[in-house]
């Protein structure tokens, strides 16, 4: 008799809560990057989501998205410019441990980090939670975006 093929905790893993993420067509000079925001089940789910790829390198999720509403838009106040939101998230761990690659274009939008970015990632998820934010971790000079923390749900 052979012994059972553990099961993937990826595999495993399911979106839940709410998750909005966007970024604006105009005033990128204070607003630069993506935005993320998600109510408390959205961020558990994400922070879940961190756990079970630091497990399984190369791997991905896509994690479908809601647009953000009134309330989280209301938070970084950037009502000059126009909002692009994301229907679809996809993350990724390389095992690059500084990678940092946030495109600003594609729906989904592809995220794809090193295992270095894992802290600062569930440190702004648990602020989001905590009705924190208004920082952004990432971005370089070669158009790779940071990403914004806000709260407001």
């Given at each position: 008799?052979?012994?059972p093929?553990?099961?993937?905790?990826?595999?495993?893993?399911?979106?839940?809560?709410?998750?909005?993420?966007?970024?604006?067509?105009?005033?990128?000079?204070?607003?630069?990057?993506?935005?993320?925001?998600?109510d408390?089940?959205?961020?558990?789910?994400?922070?879940?989501?961190?756990?079970?790829?630091?497990?399984?390198?190369?791997?991905?999720?896509t994690?479908?998205?809601?647009?953000p509403?009134?309330?989280?838009?209301r938070?970084?106040?950037?009502?000059?410019?126009?909002?692009?939101?994301?229907?679809?998230?996809q993350?990724?761990?390389?095992?690059?441990?500084?990678?940092?690659?946030?495109?600003?274009?594609?729906?989904?939008?592809?995220?794809?980090?090193?295992?270095?970015w894992?802290?600062?990632?569930?440190?702004g998820?648990?602020?989001?939670?905590?009705?924190?934010?208004?920082?952004?971790?990432?971005?370089?000079r070669?158009?790779?975006?940071?990403?914004?923390?806000?709260?407001?749900?």
């Amino acid at each position: 008799m052979t012994a059972p093929k553990p099961v993937s905790v990826l595999c495993d893993w399911k979106p839940s809560g709410r998750i909005s993420l966007w970024r604006y067509a105009g005033n990128t000079r204070h607003y630069p990057g993506w935005h993320l925001n998600a109510d408390a089940a959205g961020c558990r789910s994400l922070i879940d989501l961190l756990d079970a790829l630091a497990t399984e390198y190369g791997r991905y999720r896509t994690v479908p998205l809601l647009p953000p509403g009134a309330a989280q838009l209301r938070v970084p106040d950037n009502r000059r410019s126009a909002c692009i939101a994301a229907t679809k998230l996809q993350w990724m761990l390389s095992d690059a441990t500084t990678l940092w690659r946030f495109p600003p274009d594609g729906d989904p939008a592809v995220l794809t980090v090193g295992s270095d970015w894992l802290a600062p990632l569930r440190r702004g998820l648990h602020d989001i939670a905590r009705g924190r934010g208004d920082y952004c971790i990432g971005g370089d000079r070669n158009g790779n975006l940071p990403l914004w923390f806000w709260w407001g749900s």
